[in-house]
């Protein structure tokens, strides 16, 4: 049953309730079993154990298992040491602790929204007044209302007496919102204009009211939002895909080479099964990064301090690399485009013209100075700090009045009487003492234009004028009177109008280049508010989010889309105003289905459903609820919509490095395979070992290639479309890239492994240990040195203004551990690697050396062609 548009007799009716009696006791627990309790469905914590599990089970680990007990299996039977067993394993831990550190799930999103109920709420029953848990209400509870409690369950109104409402954790707008007991709606109303409503979990700001509970619990719009949030699992983020993707081709390569180097061994090289079924697992260590999950996951770190300083909290740590690639920011107006605060746009005072900047004139300082009398906000000076307190719309003229040195708080005229703002009336009256004037008393009236100048054709056209640039628009007028009648309403008839004023909450200044760079980004910016539809297509056009042809949805014709009519028109829509939670949803989900990758920002309860189903929620820090937070990727500290695109940035960076990444190990792993099985297919035996494979893979590639996770973003990089969500890593020539590189390491590589097996140098005869010892040296020192390629579009020689002291560390600290496990005889026993003449060093470091130079004139001959190595 919709509520709002029911009379409030059949209401009374149909939950067998007394409007001022209340429920009978022994009613109580019958309506609590008809229509359940006023609680809400609790969320569990994952527990550490289910955390490491779901981490241990992802695609990569899952393999680097596999290799590490089939390792483990071959050592124990084959009476060898397990430290390469060890090394993996300790891989897959680092990795595990370093994202489960990074987790934060302290509070879900459900356990905060049971938090929003009040703790206590005021009803009658059986004609005697009782203060009981806001849990223990039932529909047909007869509650009353004042300032300061939070509202504990669905109300329909019977009273109210000048009652405002803060609905902004349901509708996201923090205009006060003044009640109606009278008010009638239609069928399909949005909630922020169901005046004779007052809805669990939003908060009394002024007046009183008395209502009957209608809905508790599950049923209430809070419970609705709570069993919607519950019901959106978060899917797998574009890049954790993608990672998955890479692991399956990378097992299938691993399993098509070992099988190959196995047949090929089996039936031409006699080789026994066991050794055999070892070359096949060295081909398997050969084919997976085993460092690629920790580099992937300190480049997301990295990004999450970068964000933290930039004013976005990080909850989720793959939502870093997802912001980067979204192609679509779904964003609040209220707080994080506009600056939550209403600002005088323009005055009118009757007899000039209307002004918008500069200096005021005599009769409007008369205007503004009458329009503070007539409000009710205030303000005090704390250190040349001013404070200002009292609702938006009034605390904006005081602003304005400081603003322009009108206001003094010390010299505020006495108010005599006062008619109080009322949502019927609309509009209020104060009688002040007036000591410049025969009459001794000054009547001034403000609130809505036609209530208080219903017929005046200049006046009228000045307002048209304000309200089709969405100002929220104030009168008033004024009479002096010598006595102040008995019956106050009779003061406010026969007033002279003075002037109005225009008003509204303007963009921040900083939004509209936001939306430019997000626009020059790839990316489409909307704007979907609870805010009605003039005021946000007027802020809309204003920032460029809405644009000549664009379409302005609201909620009620949302509603009436079908998901065909929606999909055609979806592209056309730049603004939603006055939607509710599942038009939020919708919304998200609609764009998702075109393959989109979303980004919604939100801070009301309202908003926790869409946030948790977008690929990216993004949370306001300041004014965001606990539930919203809770629902979130990540938190804006700041509540700027700025943050957001100097985010996305940021996850670009993230993004591209992750890509050099697996550019610069793959190139190895790759070269690794065909090494191993053109050595097989050659007669050659393995020209490396599998120890020798795992130190290139964890300490050659591993150490440089942590290095990249800190390489900043390019100058260019918020010059390009976004990533598409069904895109690959291997996309944008980055297939052809670690292709190219990995043919030069395999040439140069068994060049170096041929060179020691089959020629003799210095007069030391070749032999197969000094051949893998070559290829060893060749491999090792190339892909080390290759990071330099890899973390830049330009020639290693060219001058970089960003420099990266940390590639250089890990770099250093990797040639350093080469240099002592080929010298320190312990050492390269581990490796089985033997001594060298110095012309073998030659030899190695020159190949090395042409195969990075060989890489580095393949950039130059793309940048030619204006083509990037790597985005």
């Not at 404070?387 to 009108?406: R, S, V």
């Not at 001034?444 to 100048?453: N, P, Q, V, W």
Request: net charge negative; charged share 20%; proline share 4%.
């Amino acid at each position: 049953m919709n509520f709002s548009n029911q009379n409030i007799k059949e209401i009374i009716k149909f939950y067998s309730t007394d409007p001022k009696s209340g429920l009978e006791d022994d009613h109580v627990s019958m309506q609590r079993e008809k229509y359940g309790p006023n609680t809400f469905v609790e969320e569990k914590n994952d527990s550490i154990f289910h955390k490491i599990k779901s981490h241990l089970f992802e695609l990569m680990n899952m393999i680097l298992l596999f290799v590490a007990g089939l390792s483990a299996y071959l050592a124990a039977i084959n009476d060898q040491n397990f430290i390469k067993t060890a090394i993996v394993l300790l891989i897959i831990l680092i990795n595990i602790s370093i994202a489960i550190y990074q987790e934060n799930r302290a509070e879900t999103a459900l356990s905060a929204l049971k938090k929003l109920s009040s703790p206590s709420s005021t009803v009658i029953r059986d004609s005697v007044k009782q203060v009981i848990p806001s849990n223990e209400l039932v529909c047909g509870d007869l509650i009353e209302l004042a300032p300061g409690m939070q509202v504990g369950a669905d109300i329909r109104l019977i009273k109210a007496n000048a009652l405002q409402i803060d609905e902004s954790s349901l509708t996201g707008e923090s205009e006060p919102i003044n009640k109606d007991a009278d008010f009638t709606t239609k069928v399909g109303v949005p909630i922020g204009d169901q005046l004779n409503m007052v809805f669990s979990g939003t908060n009394i700001l002024n007046g009183t009211a008395t209502g009957i509970v209608v809905a508790v619990g599950s049923q209430s719009q809070m419970g609705q939002i709570a069993e919607l949030l519950e019901s959106q699992i978060k899917e797998k983020t574009p890049l954790q895909n993608r990672i998955d993707l890479l692991a399956k081709r990378l097992t299938v390569i691993a399993f098509i080479a070992g099988a190959i180097i196995f047949a090929v061994n089996y039936f031409m090289n006699t080789i026994p099964v066991m050794d055999n079924l070892m070359t096949a697992v060295v081909l398997g260590i050969a084919a997976v990064p085993e460092t690629l999950p920790v580099i992937v996951t300190l480049s997301l770190i990295y990004g999450v301090e970068n964000m933290a300083r930039k004013n976005a909290i990080v909850r989720n740590i793959p939502s870093v690399e997802t912001l980067g690639n979204a192609t679509i920011i779904a964003s609040d107006k209220t707080g994080t485009l506009t600056q939550n605060k209403m600002t005088i746009q323009k005055i009118w005072e009757k007899s000039g013209k209307i002004w918008d900047s500069g200096e005021l004139s005599s009769d409007e300082k008369q205007l503004m100075t009458y329009f503070s009398f007539a409000s009710n906000a205030s303000a005090h000076q704390i250190d040349s700090e001013w404070a200002i307190h009292g609702d938006p719309t009034e605390a904006a003229i005081i602003q304005f009045m400081i603003e322009k040195g009108l206001y003094d708080p010390q010299n505020q005229p006495e108010r005599l009487a006062e008619l109080p703002f009322d949502s019927r009336r609309k509009k209020m009256t104060v009688v002040i003492a007036d000591n410049n004037s025969k009459d001794k008393f000054l009547v001034l009236t403000k609130g809505a234009f036609d209530r208080i100048i219903p017929d005046d054709p200049q006046a009228s056209m000045v307002h048209n004028q304000f309200a089709d640039k969405a100002l929220r628009v104030l009168a008033l007028s004024y009479k002096r009177i010598s006595e102040i009648p008995q019956n106050l309403e009779d003061i406010e008839e026969n007033q002279t109008f003075l002037g109005i004023i225009g008003m509204i909450d303007p963009p921040r200044p900083e939004s509209e280049q936001a939306v430019k760079d997000a626009r020059h980004a790839g990316i489409k910016p909307l704007m979907i508010t609870g805010d009605h539809a003039l005021t946000a297509k007027a802020i809309a056009q204003e920032l460029d989010i809405y644009r000549e042809g664009d379409l302005v949805v609201d909620g009620v014709s949302l509603s009436g889309m079908t998901e065909e009519i929606l999909d055609q028109q979806l592209e056309k829509i730049s603004v939603y105003a006055r939607v509710s939670p599942e038009d939020k949803l919708r919304i998200v989900k609609a764009w998702q289905k075109k393959e989109q990758i979303v980004a919604m920002t939100g801070d009301g309860v309202n908003d926790a459903p869409s946030l948790r189903a977008a690929d990216v929620g993004t949370a306001m820090g300041i004014t965001g609820t606990e539930v919203s937070k809770s629902a979130s990727d990540i938190i804006l500290t700041d509540d700027n919509f700025a943050t957001i695109v100097a985010a996305i940035k940021e996850g670009r960076r993230v993004y591209v490095n992750i890509k050099k990444t697996i550019y610069y190990l793959l190139s190895a792993n790759i070269a690794e395979i065909f090494i191993m099985l053109l050595g097989a297919l050659a007669g050659w035996g393995m020209p490396l070992t599998g120890m020798q494979l795992l130190y290139i893979n964890v300490v050659a590639d591993g150490i440089p290639g942590l290095g990249l996770s800190r390489e900043q973003a390019d100058s260019e990089i918020m010059n390009q479309n976004p990533i598409g969500v069904t895109e690959s890593l291997f996309s944008r020539g980055v297939g052809k890239r670690i292709m190219a590189c990995s043919l030069s390491f395999i040439l140069t590589s068994l060049l170096g492994f041929i060179l020691g097996n089959f020629v003799t140098l210095n007069g030391i005869s070749p032999n197969h240990a000094i051949g893998q010892t070559m290829a060893f040296i060749v491999l090792t020192l190339a892909s080390t040195l290759n990071v330099y390629n890899a973390r830049s579009n330009y020639s290693i020689f060219s001058k970089n203004k960003i420099r990266n002291k940390m590639i250089n560390l890990m770099t250093i600290t990797s040639l350093i551990a080469t240099i002592l496990f080929t010298q320190l005889n312990p050492l390269s026993k581990i490796l089985n690697l033997v001594p060298i003449s110095s012309l073998h060093w030659l030899l190695a470091i020159v190949l090395a050396i042409t195969s990075v130079l060989s890489i580095d004139l393949y950039k130059f001959v793309l940048n030619r062609k204006n083509e990037k190595f790597i985005t």
